[in-house]
T-cell receptor, first 109, second 119 residues
Framework: TQLLEQSPQFLSIQEGENLTVYCNSS?????LQWYRQEPGEGPVLLVT?????EVKKLKRLTFQFGDARKDSSLHITAAQPGDTGLYLC?????????FGTGTSLTVIP | GAVVSQHPSWVICKSGTSVKIECRSL??????MFWYRQFPKQSLMLMAT?????????EQGVEKDKFLINHASLTLSTLTVTSAHPEDSSFYIC???????????????FGPGTRLTVL
């Protein structure tokens, strides 16, 4: 069961560029989580957004939870090669073990 | 932070053999552990939920007789892939959960994964 659609599925950009990744659903969530997974490793939690319209910043990463709590976005400013990885969203409660479809990001030096 | 380990980190086996993967919570007790399967550049797919001392709950489409899960203690869950075939080759990841923030938000702590290759 995958309740969350992520876009784009694949993204390859040059170092220094900005990008936005989207996580969309027709369902309402009380919270959403974003993870980053590097090749050959398990996912690592980046942030949990709880309130509709909430914006959280983690250095160059900005996370936003939609007002209706059905969607979320992740914006990366001045991407670096270290940002390369698979970005996953997931519900924070309820069906929290059903990850979104994922966005594979490659940042080229 | 909470640490979850997996062993082995990679395994290569012949078709028809069985492979056991261990998942351990090293510094906390995990009443519930989860097993995921992941193909290259794709998302994690939940296979089953493992509760200590009881039978695992499998997701639809996952063969419980092929993927045997045992959760014998609060710090150890094992996944055994029985009679493995090349199509079982994948990256298997476990996680252990704990109740985090108020409001029922769960924090999952993931193991580093096990790469299974069946020849």
């Amino acid at each position: 069961t995958q309740l969350l659609e992520q876009s784009p599925q694949f993204l390859s950009i040059q170092e220094g560029e900005n990008l936005t990744v989207y996580c969309n659903s027709s369902s309402v969530f009380s919270s959403l989580q974003w993870y980053r997974q590097e090749p050959g490793e398990g996912p690592v939690l980046l942030v949990t957004v709880v309130t509709g319209g909430e914006v959280k910043k983690l250095k160059r990463l900005t996370f936003q939870f939609g007002d209706a709590r059905k969607d979320s976005s992740l914006h990366i400013t001045a991407a670096q090669p270290g940002d390369t990885g698979l970005y996953l969203c997931a519900p924070g409660t309820g069906n929290q073990f059903y990850f979104g479809t994922g966005t594979s990001l490659t940042v080229i030096p | 932070g909470a640490v979850v380990s997996q062993h082995p980190s990679w395994v290569i086996c012949k078709s028809g053999t069985s492979v056991k993967i261990e998942c351990r919570s090293l510094d906390f007790q995990a009443t519930t552990m989860f097993w995921y399967r992941q193909f290259p550049k794709q998302s994690l797919m939940l296979m089953a939920t493992s509760n200590e001392g009881s039978k695992a709950t499998y997701e639809q489409g996952v063969e419980k007789d092929k993927f045997l899960i045992n959760h014998a203690s609060l710090t150890l869950s094992t996944l055994t892939v029985t009679s493995a075939h090349p199509e079982d080759s994948s990256f298997y990841i476990c996680s252990a959960s704990s109740w985090g923030l108020a409001g029922g938000i769960v924090t999952q702590y993931f193991g580093p994964g096990t790469r299974l290759t069946v020849l």
